[in-house]
């Protein structure tokens, strides 16, 4: 119930909300325990890609220790112990893309014999790619997949290469709270003159800020400019800039960096600087101590970033391979790459136990294409050595449960994950039929006199006439077992009673003008509420359509606080905000319709609307009947706060 950092426990409101007795003992008790937690560190890590460089061996200077993964150590001081004695580090970026354009490279060369590689064979102006993500057309790419990156690329519009330089490091606190990003916006759009200040030329040249600041319109992004101008505008000295660049680090905690603004302030002023514009250079450092990016490292993101866009436009099935077989990582669950993956034209096929490796894998289907085949390693609870075996045992097509069972020597219950996940279809089994097959199988390990009975027959046993699985407890048991269904959105099943509400589904909503009225329900995939939008949470619903996004203002978000948090399926109402093609429903009201995910089947989902006020009747208590697994029955949103 609680998001952010806060310095106070828990308000009794908030735990009335829970549904919880505030004066439980046991709970008081749990309450007063976690209070005091206040200020601790959120949490403690080692640096995944970091090494330290010492003159004498590393074991004479601090203490290692064994981390839990195999060859991984770590030293016992942090980065200020070690700044403090003057002692080098140096961090590595471990990035999952890395991983996943690793792979996407490796499907590349096998599947379509193409060797490519990230510093050369992508053509860095290729115009489908760029077209495609100045439409925000970027699920699963890196850095510009998220609610902020994927608002300004229709704004931003890149079209070359640094223009993904400078859209990577605009949507950073640095330049939002140093007011940068609508000067620059306005003047790449023609808007605003690109006007360089410059010092009164009793004090320097006039073009001093020109190499500093002419690649981003005469308004300063990066946390070099940050620094180049105090050098420079402000005329730091080197221990000065350097006393500057602590203070940036430090800025949460010491609170110093204060004490820099009067000097950079007034020696810029003196200088002929407009006061304005002294002071939005410090407000852009003060940012820059929140978060702020090094113009290198925003061109490093660029390229991933470039790379796993082309990857998307041009080789869909590639891409959503590699993304799923380096889960987790990103904003969107498997559901949605594959949902994506469908839209821009891939084939995707189900996990079958005849087809399926552990990875997901690519294979052909014609004219040079390739299909997506869904591996062993998206059914839940099923185990890579399980998998394996069932794959190394696959010298032909197996044709029945016992063959599997006794071939593969797998055991029952891992038989039972694929069956239900619906993995038998190519041996004629749909998912009920495959759970009764492998509940009839013997618990016990098979013995060596049986060792070769996969050639004899087995003796099955009287065909039985099973009742048809219905599609919604198909598509509830995908979502179970997969994370995903291929069969259909659950929005799908719900949407007769939507309509009758008078929702429009996502794709719809796009399609609105501004400031129309607008109502729209879909399943819960990220919520954001950062710390730079003073207190507004950002809300993406999924349809079976697409994707709808959400503007909850803080009185709406402390009114619905509840729904906005902790729902699964939500309703809302408000008006639609469209401004330079980027859409979201400014929320006025949000309801809560988790429920309904609980009780999906085909003959429950007809079930009517009160016409008075269009708000959908809750499910009567008399018909409900909860689906046979206590479980969820989608997987929850991610959440950034």
Sequence with gaps: TIWGASSSGIPEKRVREAGLDPQDLTLRRTLALSSELIGFPRHLS??????????????????????AMADRTFIEWDK?????????????????????????????????????????FFPADDQATFEMIQNADTLGVFQIESRAQMSMLPRLKPKKFYDLVIQIAIVRPGPIQGGMVHPYLRRRKGLEEANIPSPSSDFGARDELQNILNKTLGVPLFQEQAMSLAMTAAQFTSAELNGLRRAMATFRRAGTIHTFEDKMVSRMIARGYEDGFARQCFNQIKG?????????????????????????CHRPEVFA????????????????IVRDAREHGAEVRSVDVNMSEWDNTLEPIGDGRQALRLGMRQVEGMSESHATAIVSARDEKYTDMEHIHYVANVSPHALERLADADAFRSI?????????KVR?????????????????????????????????????????????????HPMTLLRAIFDQAGCVTAQTSRELSDGARVIVAGVVLVRQRPGTAKGVMFITLEDETGVANAVVWPKRFEKYRKVAMGSRLVLIRGRIQSHDGVVHVVAESLEDHSARLHFLSDDQVDL??????????????????????????????????
């Excluded at 080692?46 to 981390?67: K, M, S, Y």
């Excluded at 219905?470 to 077992?481: F, M, N, R, S």
């Design 46 to 67: 080692q640096h995944v890609g970091g090494f330290v460089l010492t003159e004498d061996p590393l074991c004479e200077v601090v203490p290692i220790g064994n981390a």
């Design 80 to 120: 200020d112990d070690l700044d403090a004695l003057g002692i080098l580090k140096i961090d590595v970026l471990a990035l999952g893309m890395l991983t996943c354009i690793k792979k996407c490279l490796d499907l590349l060369q096998t599947h379509f014999g193409e060797e490519r590689d990230l510093a050369s």
């Design 288 to 312: 820059f101590a929140e978060y702020g990016f090094p113009e290198s490292h925003s061109a490093s993101f660029a390229l991933l970033a470039y790379v796993s866009s082309w990857l998307k």
């Design 321 to 336: 391979c590699g993304l799923l077989n380096s889960q987790p990582m990103g904003f969107y669950a498997p559901a949605q």
């Design 428 to 436: 004629g089994l749909d998912r009920r039929q495959a759970l009764w």
């Design 440 to 488: 009839g199988l013997s618990k016990s390990q098979r013995l060596p006199l049986f060792a070769k009975a996969h050639t004899q027959d087995y003796g099955h046993e009287p065909d039985i006439e099973l009742p048809k699985m219905p599609l919604a407890e198909h598509v509830i048991a995908d979502y179970q077992t997969l994370r995903l269904s291929l069969k259909a």
């Design 608 to 641: 009517p609307v009160s016409p008075a006020d269009e708000v959908i009747n809750p499910i009567p208590e008399r018909t409900a009947r909860r689906h046979p697994r206590n479980v969820r029955i989608i997987p929850g949103s991610r959440d950034f706060h």
